[in-house]
């Protein structure tokens, strides 16, 4: 467990709202997954779908096409729809690999990069939102405070525990968790779980 999920518990789990689930769950490690374009193109398979909806779709992906920059641009939109992808989601997958072999994107490239600009690049790409982008941060580059409250898993936790509905108010509550919000993000999720 890193140095950072322990301040990460130790600050939320004071938070009134958040100390039951923190407390069950303990230290929860944030840490990049290991490659930047596939957790990418994971997160384009789970916009707007369930998780288990996703799951299917990651697996026949993954099995179908070689999940490369390359390997998308490249694939037969037949074979990306055969995997489960919509014909806009297919769109989306071969805009973020043509961007990752244009454009040269890397996890060192965004590493100098604050949380604002990396999410102004990356919702540059067409059908990469701020979720998609706040997904990067958190899970390919392992930033600790971001507050996805474009995530719907986020929001139902945050009205069950905090009594906030709305998004103003949710990112408004968020302060309090700051310098870790993204590790409030993942015991939040962990309460729907």
Not at 25 to 39: V, Y
Not at 78 to 106: C, H, I, M, P
Not at 150 to 162: H, P
Request: aromatic share 8%; hydrophobic share 45%; net charge negative.
């Amino acid at each position: 467990m890193g140095s950072t999920a322990t301040a990460a518990y130790e600050h939320l789990r004071d938070d009134p709202d958040l100390a039951p689930v923190v407390s069950e769950h303990g230290p929860i490690d944030l840490a990049p997954a290991d490659d930047f374009f596939e957790r990418f193109v994971v997160s384009i398979c789970r916009q707007q779908v369930s998780m288990a909806a996703a799951a299917a779709i990651e697996e026949r992906l993954f099995d179908a096409v070689a999940v490369t920059p390359t390997g998308i641009r490249d694939a037969d939109e037949e074979t990306l729809r055969d995997a489960g992808l919509s014909r806009q989601k297919v769109e989306y997958a071969k805009n973020v690999a043509r961007a990752f072999t244009e454009k040269g994107y890397s996890r060192e490239q965004f590493a100098g990069l604050d949380d604002e600009a990396v999410v102004e690049e990356l919702t540059a790409i067409t059908g990469v939102g701020a979720w998609t982008a706040k997904m990067q941060l958190l899970f390919s580059l392992g930033r600790p405070d971001v507050f996805p409250v474009e995530d719907l898993g986020v929001r139902t936790a945050m009205a069950e525990l905090c009594g906030v509905s709305d998004r103003a108010a949710m990112v408004d509550r968020a302060r309090e968790w700051r310098p870790y919000r993204s590790y409030a993000a993942l015991y939040l999720w962990r309460a729907t779980e």
